[in-house]
């Protein structure tokens, strides 16, 4: 078998049933060519009624990861899945109807390829704050955006890679060196992410990647994400891992003026947030705010001597 999407859900099951439905409307390759994979990493809610109903309609095999982390879930699917190729994408986008057969014709054309990416469009569900929709594109990152410019036609290691809600790559190279289950989304992490880069950097160390402009996913971002406080959140992890990183390539001393520069930088953004309320630049100044802090905790840690999550 040449390709299999691979999804890898959790109590999502309304949003998991648009993403089956809209995969079963697109563009199929031929029979036998791919199949679907569902990693059910120990829903709660209906999503095993959800995957029952799709059965008939797809090519849909379902297994239950009961160990939580969304990298344990990423690693069973690639265990399980049959194809050649394992494209990836998440339970809370809808595809477009070309997004698989984009997929299969870029694999029978680039036989040296090593990984793919599309872009990934942002759709906020209900009413977005004003504050957000004024200032998304900023944010843009807090909800795995990209657009069909933003990468270039052939993908560098080095550079600006693919999210893990719409990319391919080779199963042989999962298999060798599997997702670090201390990335991805856990229940006790909710905002640790990130499982997907090494992958794919590895990928792309490896052999050519190619950006395919039109194997277009949505992302549908719920009401509980349009908030400040997911947004501090995100960032918030971000400049953790930011200063983890940073922390291992610097000197003591050099971590530490990172870190005095970092706190400037959280003050100043926090009181030109204070005073800019809710317009169109608040979701900048609370990426940098957040971001900062982060950086800041995570400073403080390793120049404290401890390096606890």
């Given at each position: 078998m040449r390709l299999s999407v691979v999804i890898c859900t959790r109590n999502r099951a309304n949003q998991l049933r648009h993403v089956l439905r809209s995969i079963s409307q697109c563009t199929k390759p031929p029979d036998g060519e791919w199949e679907l994979v569902v990693?059910?990493?120990?829903?709660?809610?209906?999503?095993?009624?959800?995957?029952?109903?799709?059965?008939?309609?797809?090519p849909l095999r379902v297994y239950t990861q009961p160990q939580p982390g969304l990298s344990h879930a990423r690693n069973m699917g690639a265990d399980r899945a049959l194809g050649e190729w394992l494209l990836w994408t998440?339970?809370?986008?809808r595809v477009s109807?070309?997004?698989l057969d984009e997929y299969h014709r870029a694999i029978l054309t680039h036989a040296d390829a090593q990984v793919f990416g599309g872009p990934i469009e942002i759709r906020f569900e209900g009413t977005p704050p004003a504050w957000l929709t004024g200032g998304s594109h900023v944010v843009r990152s807090a909800y795995a955006g990209?657009?069909?410019?933003?990468?270039?036609?052939?993908?560098?290691?080095?550079?600006?890679?693919?999210?893990?809600a719409n990319f391919a790559v080779r199963k042989a190279l999962v298999e060798s060196q599997p997702f670090d289950t201390e990335l991805g989304r856990h229940p006790e992490h909710p905002m640790r992410a990130g499982e997907e880069t090494p992958i794919i950097r590895r990928a792309l160390r490896q052999g050519p990647g190619y950006w395919l402009r039109a194997?277009?996913?949505?992302h549908h971002i719920d009401p509980l994400r349009?908030?400040?406080?997911?947004?501090?959140?995100y960032y918030y992890s971000y400049g953790r891992r930011q200063a983890g990183e940073l922390a291992q390539r610097v000197s003591r001393s050099e971590l530490?003026?990172?870190t005095v520069r970092s706190l400037r930088d959280a003050v100043r953004a926090e009181l030109r947030l204070l005073r800019s309320g809710d317009r169109h630049d608040a979701p900048a100044l609370l990426k940098t705010a957040s971001r900062?802090?982060?950086?800041?905790?995570q400073g403080l840690r390793f120049l404290g001597g401890t390096t606890a999550a």
């Open positions: 990693i059910d990493n120990g829903s709660t809610d209906d999503t095993r009624q959800v995957l029952d109903e799709a059965l008939h309609q797809l998440d339970d809370d986008v109807a070309g997004w990209l657009d069909a410019d933003d990468l270039p036609d052939e993908l560098r290691a080095d550079g600006p890679v693919p999210y893990g194997a277009c996913v949505e349009q908030t400040r406080r997911y947004l501090r959140a530490a003026t990172e900062s802090w982060g950086r800041v905790a």
